[in-house]
């Protein structure tokens, strides 16, 4: 037994995850404390338009990037010892993320005050100007980790996330205190570029000895976007269906319970960093061997097992200590304790939902991910506007029917995603040759 606990502890994919979490749970950590700390400063109705704009970045991040965190981190570890072809396509990816994400940040920036009608709020307009600067810099920083990942630097990216976490807290707090709402976004501006900073400083140091031979380049851009392309519209599609429920819930049921769906959502969030955290882990080294299906259910199952403990454990704790937590939040966040614990719960489903998820993609799946995830969403969408709009809210808050039949979808989603992951595996078992079962641990 502890000869195989040993094996386990040396092996990359235990080193990996153990650097990807403990960077995450300390850049989380202190990015959490800083959401309380301008929480309690703004009051439900500010902190809802300012989570109405930090949460448009995070839906239009992954669009803006093109897709290429997961792209990155599959197509560079799927060349594992090919300095020059990782580089190059590093270079390629960078590149796509700039040119991408600058046009997305230009139009956002020109139509902000369009955008900020089309919530109701005019006075948002600064609001949605920050947010074109910040989706620039949080799109070349996604791309950034992908391809940190791609190469396996999880020590660096945890250096790097802790930093920035400590960047984030540091002026979060200076922020809000000397210019309220524009500071509290300016300071999501100012630990993005730094993120950029030191993450093109680790990559530079990987690859500053490699030299690259022009004439790889050839057919390399039009693979990745075709790789990409899917993921890009999976982030598009997710983005607008986003967009239409943050309208719809301020609508029907105003900012301040959009401003506790927006703290559940930061507490869900926390909660999942793990399993966030382990995406590109998972994605890493199941791209590593996607031609060895016997390791590739071998990694799979162990991820899955993974973040069903590290989801369940923080969950419980959240649970049991909820009441304290809508305390921290001041007198204007009370009645969110049921919304709290039924949005926890959703992060099972999500923490399941999550390696499958890379499977799919390391095998080339994308399109299947496209199809089942859309459907999740549209589905919670029109569920929320016809209960919201003709006031069904069975004697709940808002927000608290709105997590409801998010969580619901939750696991209608990974219900799908399990069964799919069997249908295929059954194609794949019939049409190949089983090799011999080997422990991950041993795969290093």
């Not at 100007?129 to 020590?155: C, D, E, H, P, R």
């Not at 802790?162 to 100012?190: E, M, N, P």
């Not at 719809?248 to 955290?277: C, D, H, N, P």
């Not at 969580?407 to 990974?414: M, S």
């Amino acid at each position: 037994m502890s000869s195989r606990f040993e094996r386990i502890r040396q092996s990359s994919l235990f080193k990996d995850s153990f650097w990807a979490i403990f960077g995450n749970a300390m850049g989380k950590g202190l990015s959490l404390v800083a959401g309380i700390v301008v929480a309690r400063y703004l009051g439900k109705e500010l902190f809802g338009q300012y989570g109405m704009v930090k949460n448009t970045l995070l839906f239009v991040g992954g669009f803006a990037s093109f897709g290429l965190k997961y792209t990155a981190t599959k197509y560079i570890g799927e060349n594992i010892g090919n300095g020059p072809i990782q580089k190059l396509l590093s270079g390629i990816m960078l590149r796509m993320t700039i040119w991408f994400s600058a046009a997305v940040s230009v139009l956002i920036f020109v139509f902000s005050q369009q955008l900020a009608n089309l919530f109701g709020a005019p006075e948002l307009k600064i609001g949605f100007q920050l947010l074109a600067g910040s989706v620039f810099f949080n799109a070349i920083a996604t791309t950034q980790f992908g391809v940190l990942a791609g190469y396996k630097q999880f020590k660096a990216l945890s250096d790097n996330t802790i930093w920035t976490g400590v960047v984030i807290f540091v002026t979060s707090f200076l922020g809000v205190y000397y210019f309220d709402f524009v500071g509290a976004l300016v300071s999501l501006i100012i630990s993005q570029i730094f993120n950029v900073i030191i993450n093109h400083v680790s990559i530079c140091k990987i690859e500053r000895d490699v030299e690259v031979d022009a004439a790889m380049k050839e057919g390399k851009s039009r693979e990745i976007f075709k790789f990409s392309l899917p993921v890009a519209c999976q982030e598009v599609l997710w983005t607008a269906v986003s967009q239409m429920y943050i309208y719809f819930v301020s609508r029907y049921a105003g900012f301040g319970e959009y401003g506790i769906i927006t703290v559940v959502s930061q507490w869900k969030m926390l909660i999942l960093f793990i399993s966030g955290t382990l995406r590109n882990v998972t994605l890493s080294h199941l791209s590593s061997v996607n031609k060895d299906l016997s390791k590739q259910k071998r990694i799979l199952k162990v991820m899955v097992s993974v973040n069903v403990v590290l989801t369940v454990v923080p969950l419980i704790v959240v649970g049991l200590f909820s009441n304290l937590v809508v305390s921290f939040y001041g007198p204007t966040f009370q009645g969110m304790r049921n919304a709290l614990l039924i949005g926890i719960v959703g992060a099972i489903a999500n923490g399941i939902a999550s390696p499958f998820i890379q499977e799919f993609m390391s095998l080339g799946k994308n399109w299947l991910c496209l199809v089942l995830q859309t459907s999740r969403d549209v589905l919670g969408l029109v569920l929320v506007v016809l209960f919201l709009s003709r006031g069904m809210l069975f004697g709940m808050n808002a927000s608290t029917l709105c997590v409801t039949i998010t969580t619901t979808c939750a696991f209608i989603y990974v219900s799908a995603l399990m069964i799919t992951f069997m249908i295929l595996s059954r194609r794949e078992s019939g049409h190949s040759v089983v090799q011999p079962e080997t422990s991950v641990a041993d795969d290093k």
